[in-house]
């Protein structure tokens, strides 16, 4: 019973999916802070090459600083870290694992996942892995500094940092394959009596569909980690022309999985955007089956549009065709879930809370990630604009404006469920207008910059005479980016003043209708005072007029 486990067992070596829900939800949060002051640390030596950066120039050895100035290779460090924070470390686990775990057995009806021990050996697999990846910092040689996507042969060859990086990656890579295991079999099997799989609400569909492709994908890029730490380590030559590698094949085992990551990181977004919408709108979701058999046709096509990183490699021109093609066509399924939410929004009764504001972003911010994504779907502009800022801006507008946006509305939309307490409405919305506004005035010039030829992965863009010109923007970037991370401050206030000081919270303050708000809040151990069975569709109705409709049993 849940009185008798000690502190230890209740709430740091825990169990309950619930706890290691929460226990990612911290944890992601603390490292997506992390990766945001790397990419300022980043915006400053863009914006103002070769000048000190105040203070923080203090904060490090002199090996990464000499009198403040940034040198290249911390830099180059720097912006592999960023990336590798933010999506292994961030956004991944803070969809996946924080929200699938916390949400999934709740909208099911199930009293925990299928494997409870499994479910914890995946966050204490996941939460030291930044940490063993940051530790070349402290090393001679210094961190890894091939980018996120580790090319050979310089990821083959380069200091200490790099196998912590890879070693760092495998830990990710385990955790994300144990929960992908252990959400399947408890949507699978543990739903409760009534819940049909076209029952279940689009977060458990996003979710379930994601872990699909997570152990499907998953192992190719942990096969290509080994054999990379083998090419460091034991003198194989996997990826190494000198011995008969090939450098090619590891960007075909990278990107096998790291296309379907992108949807890995989009998908449970995109759930958790449709009940919220669907709540807010106080409307039953627009389309609900085609919003499914949409997010299953964008991860199939998700395996099967890797090439489109490689138009630069050489590749035959049909095979460029079929992956430009197909590219393409995930435009079509994307385009439904857009529809469909803007149907779900038309002529409803909209609340503009702070999750629904960040709901509806994520959907603006998705369009325009999109359409980016569509001129680099074709071979002969992608070949134009392969490697510079416009690629950037695309991914930042996916990631951050797709995935982060969804991730705050999550936040805000179950933190009640979550804690017993409401967050500061007020606050919400001036952490979202400070959000929304610097985001867009952060990443939309980078688009402008890429097509100007400006690359991406360059130390000082002073050097370059015909990018002189585009300086201007660079620290209009900067200034940007660093005032979208004061937008943040809010946030975490409100986080830290509602967990201790936050107005209660009913069982359902927002009147949903899927059915994780007919447990408490916070749910006990169990969750359900009643096992439930379930009698309607999900979002048939915008207000449950007695408890009866998740309990018919309390008439009894």
Do not use: C
């Amino acid at each position: 019973m849940e009185h008798q486990l000690s502190f230890w067992r209740k709430y740091v070596f825990s169990t309950d999916h619930k706890i290691i829900g929460i226990q990612f939800l911290f944890t992601t949060l603390f490292y997506f802070l992390l990766g945001g002051f790397l990419a300022l640390l980043l915006r400053w030596q863009l914006g103002y090459p070769g000048k000190p950066m105040p203070i923080l120039g203090e904060l490090f050895p002199q090996s990464m600083m000499v009198g403040g100035i940034m040198l290249p290779e911390f830099y180059n460090a720097l912006f592999t870290m960023h990336a590798s924070v933010m999506i292994f470390f961030a956004i991944i686990p803070i969809l996946v694992g924080a929200f699938g775990n916390f949400v999934v057995p709740l909208q099911i009806g199930a009293r925990d996942m299928a494997f409870p021990r499994l479910n914890m050996f995946s966050y204490w697999f996941f939460w030291p892995a930044p940490l063993v990846a940051m530790v070349g910092f402290f090393l001679e040689g210094g961190a890894a500094a091939t980018g996120w996507t580790a090319y050979p042969p310089l990821s083959a060859i380069e200091p200490i940092g790099q196998t912590f990086w890879i070693i760092a990656v495998l830990l990710v890579g385990t955790s994300s394959i144990m929960g992908a295991i252990n959400y399947l079999t408890t949507i699978l099997n543990l739903r409760a009596p009534g819940m049909s799989f076209f029952r279940m609400p689009l977060t458990t569909w996003a979710i379930f569909i994601t872990s699909i492709l997570s152990l499907l994908a998953t192992p190719v890029l942990t096969t290509a980690m080994i054999m990379l730490l083998f090419d460091r380590t034991l003198g194989t030559h996997f990826f190494l022309a000198e011995g008969g590698g090939q450098a090619l094949l590891w960007q075909h085992l990278f990107w096998f999985y790291s296309h379907p990551a992108v949807y890995i990181m989009i998908l449970p977004g995109m759930g958790i955007v449709s009940d919220v919408i669907a709540t807010f709108s106080r409307k039953p979701l627009f389309g609900y089956k085609m919003m499914v058999f949409a997010i299953a046709l964008i991860a199939f096509l998700g395996f099967i549009v890797w090439g489109h990183h490689m138009f630069q490699s050489g590749m035959n021109p049909t095979v460029g065709t079929s992956f430009m093609l197909s590219t393409m066509l995930i435009a079509v399924p994307s385009g439904i879930k857009v529809f469909n939410w803007l149907g779900t929004m038309w002529r409803g009764s909209l609340r503009f809370t702070p999750a629904m504001l960040n709901a509806i972003a994520f959907v603006s911010m998705f369009v325009i990630g999109g359409l980016s994504g569509i001129f680099m779907a074709s071979t002969a502009v992608d070949i134009f604009i392969h490697d510079t800022f416009f690629i950037v801006g695309h991914i930042h507008y996916v990631l951050f404006g797709g995935s982060m946006f969804a991730a705050f509305a999550g936040i805000y939309y179950w933190f009640p469920k979550m804690f017993g307490r409401q967050l500061n409405d007020w606050l919400g919305k001036l952490h979202f207008i400070g959000t929304f506004i610097f985001f867009n005035l952060t990443f939309f010039p980078m688009h402008i910059l890429g097509i100007g030829g400006h690359m991406r992965r360059i130390y000082d863009p002073t050097q370059y005479v015909h990018l002189q010109h585009l300086q201007p923007m660079n620290e209009f970037i900067t200034i940007s980016s660093f005032l979208l991370g004061l937008a943040q401050i809010p946030f975490i206030i409100n986080i830290v003043k509602s967990l201790f000081w936050g107005k209660k919270a009913e069982r359902n303050p927002w009147q949903a209708n899927t059915l994780e708000w007919a447990a408490p809040s916070p749910p006990p151990h169990g969750n359900f005072e009643t096992p439930p069975t379930v009698y309607r569709e999900p979002y048939e109705y915008s207000v449950p007029s007695r408890e009866k409709d998740y309990w018919p049993q309390n008439e009894e």
